[in-house]
């Protein structure tokens, strides 16, 4: 029996799975049904892969790993290789009452992912679900953070479709990726050993976050609000997409990244939700924003992240300053990190969030002050036209977790010509979740009128 | 705030509620749609069923009681009323995937009754479900066995659909049926102080289940197999019904009780899956028959039961021996309950399962030698024709709970001419319960043709 100690920051990520906080991420995918099927070709199609997926006996990594020992109690995590999978459990079918729009896919999908996974079997869950309005199909799959973060997770669902709208799709626990990687980059790089340097500057950044500080986003910016504070064990699921062309038009012209602008567009929706509910701080609120370390070209599997914060703007009601708030938050942020070796970015990551995720882990995470109002990850996605068994896929939206104190979650990956968030809340504290998702198309005309639209451009 | 205390029985079904076994009951009823609807109607049918429920604002006992605290963790539990439902949780709607039969309901019902309840929220759940085969629909309420038990649960349930077919029916949590009962009868008698020699009567039946007894099954009775041992937190159900008028003649025939012949059936059952499995034991298994404690005319809300114990004749290969032998077994259980007082039975539940329930509460339960194989619950139905909204009450399947070291339940409920059975298990313990309901039947034919045609009549 072969036995692979988990990655430490995998392993964190099952350590931290408890009550009300499954570590499960997913993607959740739609496809506009063949047009060369007829009516009841159509009908049958998504029986028909269920059927063809559920004889696959091929199982790949990390698809085929199980946890030696099925709890989050341990300290160094292992998982073993398996052999055989119960196709009936991991590969589920699945139907829309109708209309089957968006509304009914997110209460779907809100319900599939507020369940926690079994650690018993292997951590990957794939649900095959018909019944979608406009001749489209979806599929949600649920891989727990241990195995995969959002890009490498998002790599090994993409690149599990085809190319081609004339080939038949191998299941994506049966399709071998390493293969296509260069030999050479698919394993990350070691660090080298730190120096005491490297440790005292990690410490001096991380202590920056928790002093005021008139550049730089710290804890001590992020005001107290009523979306924070507990969370239960229920979900909502809203999304949401802009074309990538319109963002890349605003951010050029605006002088931002296209991050920058999806924070001024959450930022704004924020402000709209939290002003109708007659509960906008005056002080902006803060985002964390999960940062990859992953070197170029790294396409490893599991997860190298550290965390950047920033501000929100959520004071400022003009759309351009608050853009212009963000990106002020943002490069002192960056700065922050950059001034960092990479070594001591990891050292940086410990000691800025380790507190926060310790006391998630002993089940304090929702008392006291929050470091930080809400968690916006960009994860980079593919251009390229991807087809399952001829079925073209047309979105591909992050649904991601919460933790006790932040219950809500914005993620967004960009699938050929459009940027996709999956929005996540807490059910009780984030009641009114799709409107936060309508808000964001709101916050993103103004923002296009008011910078495109000025004369100072 | 009014608190009302949970009586000992229901307050030991919360106690019991752990990891793979949560302590809820369940009922799957079946309708057929209205013949009157046209195509589109019947679609809309369940929506617009489900729409109209949810402005349903009258909440009545015992579906408007939470818990005071949400654990199972205390020793004396109370409830509070609450005046208001978030009726898009407790009220669901689902659409089984195609071909929309048995199989996929199964799946459904499988997957629905596995999840815990929410201890936060009122102890109930109602599900819709459409896309079912032979133009049906389904409901699937969930109860917590600390509200409810069997019978109390199926009359509120059934009783809350019209006798007619021409009115709108209120939602089961709307509609008060207490008005409907003698109100001298709704509270269960108290029963007086027992006396010595109740407790010490008490005590010696229990103990005569603990020893070896030719008449008598008896603990000591109870085979090793592989239908016992612990469970794990996944389910499967099937279900099976037979004509009552079928049941009766053969159980007239044979001058058993209907009950004995349900158990012979299952016994035949039993045996058969065990015999292609290669694992039938020498003695016969052994089943827990939950009998209730209700004095006639007692339609109070909460648990009254005992328990029996009788044997299922799997190692008697004649049908109309193997009746025989249950016939034998169930009476010499039945003549041990009937010598006890009304107040010696409650010490007797409580001598002779409460080291069981003991142990199953401290997380021992599949440890040890089983005190019985199987459980075999018949709960006493209407047979009066009902509708909900002018749709037919076609079929009502009992879905009951499994316990540590007894991963398999059959429990049935008449409902008009049929005695409807549902069967639960342990997903991974008992892999194959459809071959279960399957041979059920067979053991039923096989029964009354040894029965009925034989000269002895």
């Known amino acids: 029996m072969t036995q692979r100690r988990m990655p430490l920051l995998d392993a964190a990520s099952l350590q931290l799975e408890g009550k009300n906080m499954p570590m499960h991420i997913a993607a959740l995918m739609t496809f506009s049904y063949p047009s060369s099927l007829d009516e009841a070709e159509r009908r049958d199609f998504v029986s028909r892969l269920i059927a063809r997926w559920r004889e696959e006996t091929r199982i790949v990594f990390p698809w085929n ?14 998982t073993r290789e398996i052999y055989e999978l119960d196709l009936e459990y991991h590969l589920r079918q699945w139907s829309l009452p109708a209309p ?52 490498s997770g998002t790599r090994l669902l993409v690149g599990s479709l085809s190319t081609s709208a004339d080939t038949l799709s191998v299941p994506m626990w049966a399709k071998d990726q390493t293969e296509q990687a260069p030999k050479a980059e698919s394993t990350p790089a070691k660090p080298g050993l730190p120096s005491f340097g490297d440790v005292k500057a990690a410490f001096e950044a991380s202590l920056k976050l928790r002093r005021s500080n008139d550049e730089l986003t710290t804890f001590r910016s992020t005001p107290d609000t009523i979306l924070n504070g507990p969370i239960g064990p229920h979900r909502r699921v809203a999304t949401q997409q802009f074309g990538l062309a319109r963002l890349k038009t605003l951010a050029k012209a605006a002088d931002a990244t296209i991050n920058d602008v999806v924070m001024a567009i959450t930022g704004g929706a924020l402000r709209e939700y939290l002003l109708e509910a007659n509960a906008l701080p005056e002080d902006s609120l803060t985002a964390a924003l999960p940062v990859s370390t992953r070197k170029p070209g790294d396409v490893s599997i599991g997860n190298q992240v550290s965390m950047l914060f920033g501000s929100l703007g959520t004071n400022i009601a003009d759309p351009a300053l608050r853009l212009a708030q963000v990106k ?55 251009r390229e036209i991807r087809y399952l068994n001829g079925a073209e896929l047309l979105h591909v939206y992050p649904v991601s977790l919460i933790m006790p104190g932040v219950p809500l979650n914005f993620t967004c990956v960009s699938h050929g010509d459009f940027l996709n968030f999956g929005i ?34």
Not at 65 to 78: C, D, E, I, M
């Open 65 to 78: 790993q199980v946890l030696t020992r099925p709890t989050r109690w341990q300290f160094r995590p292992a």
């Open 100 to 151: 089957g729009g968006e509304k009914e896919l997110g209460q779907m999908i809100a319900w599939l992912h507020e369940l926690p996974m079994d650690l018993e079997k292997p951590l990957w869950e794939c649900h095959v679900i018909e019944g979608l309005s406009d001749n489209r199909f979806a599929l949600y799959i649920k891989i727990h953070h241990a195995l995969v973060d959002g890009i």
């Open 328 to 382: 002020r938050s943002t490069r002192a942020g960056k700065a922050l990190l950059n001034d960092l070796s990479p070594n001591a970015v990891n050292f940086y990551s410990l000691f800025s969030t380790g507190p926060f995720l310790t006391s998630t882990m002993l089940g304090f995470g929702s008392s006291g002050r929050q470091l930080f109002n809400t968690t916006i990850s960009n994860v980079p996605g593919q």
């Open 424 to 457: 996540v809340a807490c059910r009780d504290r984030v009641p009114h979740v799709q409107r936060l998702a309508v808000a964001m198309t709101t916050a993103f005309e103004e923002l296009e009128r008011c910078v495109l639209n000025s004369p100072q451009g």
